[in-house]
C-alpha cells in the first residue's frame, strides 16, 4: 500500500532544503549516464541559493514539495507566462522540473506531482501543459505519455558543454 502523500507549496525560507534536494535529484538521475564536468558546469549555474531565491519570489513560478510522513520525497516546479523557459505563452503552463527521490520512485508520487500541475492549468482555464525532456529519459518519457503528454517538438539543450536533445511535448486541456 502506498503513504499518503501531502504536497505543500516551496516558501521563500525553505531555499536551501530546495537547494540541497534539486542538486541531490539532478546529480541520482542523470550522474550515471553523462560526463561528471558537464553535470558539474550546469549545476553551478543553475542551481545556486541566489537564482533559487529569485524564482521563489516570481509570482510566475511555484514549487511544491511531496512529502510523505512529513519527509520530502519529491518536488514539481511551474512556470506560467514569461517566467517559462520558451514560448512565454500565457495561455501555457510549463512544468521545467519533476524529480522524486529514488527511494520514493514508483509510488505514484511523480502521478500525484503531475495531477497537481493539470488541475492547477485546470483552474487556471489555461489551454495546455508543455515541457522538455532529454531525449535518452525514456522512463520519464512513459511517464508523460501516461498522464497524455505528446511530442510537439525538440530543441538543443546544453548540460554543460554536451549539446543534448530535449524533447519537447504537451497535454491540451
Ligand atoms: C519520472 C518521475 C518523476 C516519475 O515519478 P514516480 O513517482 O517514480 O512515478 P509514479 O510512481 O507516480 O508512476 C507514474 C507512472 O509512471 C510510470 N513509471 C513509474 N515508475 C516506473 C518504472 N520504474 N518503470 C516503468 N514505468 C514507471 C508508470 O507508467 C506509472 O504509472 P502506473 O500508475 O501505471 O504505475 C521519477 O521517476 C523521477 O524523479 N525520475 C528521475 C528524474 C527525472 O527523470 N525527472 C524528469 C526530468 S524531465
Redo the contacts with the bound molecule.
Keep these: 500500500m502506498n503513504n499518503a502523500v501531502t504536497i505543500v507549496r516551496v516558501s521563500l525560507n525553505d531555499a536551501n532544503t530546495l537547494l540541497e534536494l534539486s542538486r541531490k535529484?539532478?546529480f541520482?538521475?542523470?550522474l550515471s549516464t553523462n560526463n561528471p564536468a558537464d553535470m558539474e558546469a550546469y549545476a553551478s549555474t543553475a542551481f545556486t541559493l541566489p537564482k533559487f531565491q529569485f524564482e521563489l519570489i516570481n509570482p510566475n513560478s511555484a514549487f511544491y514539495f511531496a512529502l510523505v510522513d512529513n519527509e520530502i520525497a519529491?518536488y514539481i516546479k511551474l512556470n506560467y507566462v514569461d517566467a517559462q523557459t520558451e514560448l512565454q505563452d500565457p495561455d501555457a503552463l510549463e512544468?521545467e522540473?519533476?524529480?522524486?527521490?529514488?527511494d520514493?520512485?514508483?509510488?505514484?508520487?511523480?502521478?500525484?506531482?503531475?495531477n497537481l500541475a493539470i488541475q492547477t492549468a485546470v483552474d487556471k482555464n489555461l489551454k495546455y501543459i508543455w515541457?522538455?525532456?532529454?531525449e535518452h529519459?525514456t522512463?520519464?518519457i512513459?511517464?508523460?505519455r501516461?498522464?497524455g503528454f505528446e511530442q510537439f517538438g525538440s530543441h538543443p539543450f546544453m548540460l554543460g558543454s554536451d549539446k543534448q536533445t530535449d524533447i519537447l511535448m504537451k497535454k491540451e486541456l
Excluded: C, E, H, P
Excluded at 522540473?97 to 529514488?102: A, D, S
Excluded at 520514493?104 to 503531475?114: E, N, S, V
Excluded at 515541457?131 to 532529454?134: A, F, R, Y
Design positions: 535529484t539532478f541520482d538521475a542523470f519529491g512544468i522540473r519533476i524529480y522524486v527521490l529514488n520514493f520512485q514508483g509510488q505514484q508520487i511523480g502521478k500525484q506531482l503531475i515541457l522538455g525532456v532529454w529519459n522512463k520519464a512513459k511517464f508523460y501516461s498522464k
